[in-house]
């Protein structure tokens, strides 16, 4: 059992203020750049087949706007601001409430390992609490594009319709859908967490000081962003090519298509047909989007975290 001091520091106002940082710094930065987000997702989910070499992160921006208008790169902001916001909030406020029973107020015990750990763990539980808002969100941002039925069209219209819509016609199973490289994918924000927290650390031993610069904030948040995606990206691949699968993806989708393809075997498939490079294709706007995106992120938290925190007259924890 718990005992009752590390319990008194889970349930503290410093864990709500950690996750609702987190949960305005991640809307702040996916507002920022977003436009990256909706170029990846394209990029992820098209055919290389259909449409040849892999494009620049630029090209596919322009023929966006060209083609659909500038307000399509912004398609879907709403309701990924609403998911983002309960994901970073669920995800923060686990890993601080984790942080706070295993170590109580000593952090002398942290360390990369442990932050790992902790960081997996709250991605569990970030995963089965946020999964079906981000199956949703998938598709409505593809909403209105090519290849697209006009029937899915008509009921991605915003998170609600999107979830009950999903929920009618795909059952439970389909709001959870990819949720196994999700589960894989904690790894990401796991090893995101602790690179972050280890070169924090650091910077803080070696300089001397009790604070970070926000552009230091933003560089380490960089970097640590950087490290996990290129070693996670291949299964965020199949991720959002997992959750943007749908019984209603337009009359050139087959049933064999449609039907559930396991993890393994769409990364066999995506080997055979693309090649290595089929792996990694979109990345570059991947790694533009959520480098950019996790370093301001990172940056707006620790700012808002610790302007709270001395409002609130009390030193936040590090």
């Known amino acids: 059992m718990v005992a009752p001091s590390k319990l008194s520091q889970v349930f503290t106002y410093e864990s709500w203020v950690h ?8 809307c702040i930065a996916m507002s920022t750049f977003y436009p990256l987000d909706t170029v990846r997702s394209r990029l992820q989910i098209e055919d290389p087949e259909k449409n040849g070499e892999a494009r620049s992160t630029m090209k596919v921006i322009k023929e966006i706007v060209l083609g659909e ?17 309960i994901s970073n909030f669920v995800y923060f406020y686990s890993f601080h409430c984790l942080k ?4 109580g107020s000593d952090r002398s015990q942290q360390s990369a390992l442990k932050d790992l750990m902790l960081g997996a763990v709250a ?20 909403r209105d594009v090519a290849g697209t039925s006009e029937e899915v069209n008509k ?19 389909g709001l959870w859908s990819g949720t196994i490289p999700s589960l894989i994918l904690v790894s990401n924000p796991s090893l995101q967490f602790m690179m972050y927290e280890l070169l924090k650390r650091n910077v803080l031993k070696y300089n001397g000081c009790t ?4 552009l230091g904030y933003f560089f380490i948040g960089a970097i640590a962003k950087a490290f996990a995606t290129v070693l ?21 989708s087959s049933k064999k298509q449609t039907k559930e393809i396991g993890m393994i075997q769409m990364m066999l498939d995506i080997l055979q047909h693309q ?22 992120m990172f940056m707006a938290y620790e700012k808002i975290n610790n302007t709270v925190l001395l409002l609130l007259k009390k030193t936040p924890a590090k």
Do not use: D
């Not at 991605?123 to 593809?142: A, D, E, H, K, Y």
């Not at 965020?236 to 699968?245: A, D, E, M, S």
């Not at 090649?275 to 301001?296: C, P, S």
């Open 123 to 142: 991605g569990i539980i970030n995963v089965f609490s946020t999964t079906p808002f981000w199956v949703v969100n998938t598709r409505l941002r593809m």
């Open 69 to 85: 208008g500038f307000q399509s790169l912004y398609r879907g902001l709403g309701p990924v601001l609403q998911s983002l916001c």
């Open 155 to 173: 009921y991605y219209k915003s998170l609600l319709s999107g979830l009950r819509y999903v929920a009618k016609t795909e059952g439970i199973k």
């Open 275 to 296: 090649g290595f490079k089929g792996l990694f294709r979109g990345m570059e706007a991947k790694i533009l989007q959520t480098v950019l995106t996790a370093a301001l």
């Open 100 to 103: 706070a029973l295993s170590m």
């Open 19 to 26: 996750a609702m940082s987190g949960a305005a710094g991640g």
């Open 232 to 252: 996670t990206y291949p299964l965020q691949l199949v991720q959002t090519k997992q959750r943007h699968r749908t019984k209603e993806n337009g009359p050139s």
């Open 211 to 214: 604070e970070i610069s926000s």
